[in-house]
């Protein structure tokens, strides 16, 4: 159901309404991810992310729980464990699953412009926000990687 469609139901429900009909257009779907898996007990925050000109971001990690990013500005250099390195620019979006897998890249895509991204992730009971994938890991897991772009 759409956010329009779920308003629409509810004003149905109740017969309250008020103010201008601007919601039936107002949202716009950036992003519909599934499956996910929310742990029993976890919590959500928002993060708000600005990296310099070419900062490579942080270094291989993994969330917990899902995640889903909005880029504000700039472009955002995109890997995840399994999937091709993308960049998304300003006005896209992008999701991980969290748990086992391991998000390789998040940094700047621009060497000359700052990048800015906001990210909501939902956070295992327990568990850290985001824990660092270590290089014997990292050697471990390698074949897991996707092919690394020609340079």
């Given at each position: 159901m759409?956010?329009?469609?779920n308003?629409?139901?509810?004003?149905h429900?109740?017969?309250?309404?008020?103010?201008?009909?601007g919601w039936?257009?107002?949202?716009?779907?950036?992003q519909?991810?599934?499956p996910?898996?929310?742990?029993?007990?976890?919590?959500?925050?928002?993060?708000?992310v600005?990296?310099?000109?070419?900062?490579?971001?942080t270094?291989?990690?993994?969330h917990?729980?899902?995640?889903f990013?909005?880029?504000i500005?700039g472009a955002?250099?995109?890997?995840?464990e399994?999937?091709?390195?993308?960049v998304?620019?300003?006005?896209?979006?992008?999701?991980?699953?969290?748990?086992?897998?391991?998000h390789?890249?998040?940094?700047?895509?621009?060497?000359?412009?700052?990048?800015?991204f906001?990210?909501?992730?939902?956070?295992?009971?327990?568990?850290?926000?985001?824990?660092?994938?270590?290089?014997?890991?990292?050697?471990?897991?390698?074949?897991?990687?996707?092919?690394?772009?020609?340079?």
């Amino acid at each position: 159901m759409t956010v329009s469609e779920n308003h629409a139901a509810h004003v149905h429900a109740t017969g309250e309404h008020t103010g201008s009909e601007g919601w039936k257009t107002a949202a716009t779907m950036l992003q519909d991810a599934s499956p996910i898996t929310v742990p029993d007990g976890a919590s959500a925050m928002t993060i708000h992310v600005e990296w310099g000109p070419g900062d490579p971001g942080t270094p291989p990690h993994r969330h917990s729980g899902p995640a889903f990013g909005y880029v504000i500005r700039g472009a955002v250099r995109f890997e995840l464990e399994g999937e091709p390195e993308r960049v998304v620019e300003a006005g896209g979006t992008f999701w991980e699953p969290g748990g086992d897998v391991i998000h390789y890249q998040d940094g700047n895509a621009l060497p000359d412009a700052r990048t800015e991204f906001v990210v909501t992730m939902v956070c295992a009971p327990g568990k850290p926000m985001l824990e660092l994938v270590d290089e014997e890991e990292l050697t471990e897991r390698a074949h897991l990687r996707a092919p690394r772009p020609a340079v």
